[in-house]
């Protein structure tokens, strides 16, 4: 059942890995652009599906459409998008109230607008930074790196807590996690890091290896706040949409945070534009 499950895992990353290659190399920005939105609006349906269960009324359809725009001004360049970041939040917030205003039933109107909003900053304005890092000069392959070094951690911190680990990480977050496979997945995200000296060839290994220390670090803080999330609302996967995977949600947890960890340090030491 292990292997089973194993085979399944990684047979959902590569086939991850292989769609987004396709729309890197094979069709254009826009393409690209509308699988990350698609993935957007699956992870968010499925954190909005998570809260309700808590019995929490939150504005779900206007949270997804909001959670769209984000990503697709992004790639429209839309100006103010690219100087506040949060022109789109502040118009949610603005429109939550509003609605709000109709509802008769007002005791938890604060606690439903603000995980709304919550879940539009955390799927769709971390997701939408796939947008920007595929916008820059070679932005394919630094969104190949991010998915590589992410998701081979993933798969290197299962194999090794599953064959090594013997002391728990967090159990009140995330029972199964141990602290060897933590370290183990930390590790694989830093070699998986050097290893892409062979498709990023003119950035120096240094820069690599504190890439791989970044994602190494944030991918899996990413994956612990999903799995705070899941606990909180006391279930084991945001979904069933992939095999022995869960949900959307539960794929793109890590994503969420090393790909914003990582277009930071790009833009800070301008890899993008080494020659």
């Not at 094979?26 to 499925?46: A, Q």
């Not at 995330?174 to 370290?183: C, D, R, V, Y």
């Not at 991918?219 to 612990?224: A, E, F, N």
């Amino acid at each position: 059942m292990e292997i089973s499950n194993t085979i399944k895992r990684t047979l959902s990353i590569i086939l991850l890995l292989l769609v987004v290659l396709l729309s890197i190399f094979v069709f254009d920005d826009l393409v690209f652009s509308l699988l990350i939105m698609l993935f957007i609006s699956l992870g968010l349906n499925e954190f909005f599906n998570l809260i309700r269960s808590k019995g929490i009324d939150v504005y779900k359809k206007l949270g997804i459409l909001i959670g769209l725009i984000i990503p697709l001004s992004i790639f429209l360049r839309f100006k103010p998008t690219e100087e506040w970041t949060l022109l789109f939040i502040l118009v949610a917030f603005i429109t939550f109230f509003v609605l709000q205003f109709a509802k008769k039933d007002h005791t938890d109107a604060i606690l439903g607008i603000s995980t709304t909003v919550f879940g539009v900053i955390y799927i769709s304005w971390l997701g939408s930074y796939f947008i920007k890092i595929k916008l820059l000069p070679n932005g394919g392959l630094f969104i190949i790196f991010i998915l590589l070094t992410t998701k081979m951690a993933d798969v290197g911190a299962y194999l090794i807590g599953k064959k090594f680990g013997r002391h728990k990480l967090l159990v009140r977050i995330s029972p199964k996690k141990s602290i060897e496979g933590a370290i183990g997945g930390f590790l694989t995200s830093i070699i998986f890091s050097l290893l892409s000296k062979f498709y990023l060839s003119d950035i120096s290994l240094c820069h690599l290896f504190i890439l791989g220390i970044l994602v190494g670090i944030s991918s899996q803080l990413g994956d612990l706040s999903e799995s705070l999330i899941k606990r909180s609302c006391n279930v084991k996967d945001s979904g069933r949409f992939i095999p022995a995977q869960g949900g959307v949600l539960d794929l793109i947890d890590s994503l969420l945070f090393s790909a914003p960890v990582a277009y930071l340090y790009i833009m800070a030491y301008k890899l993008y534009m080494v020659p």
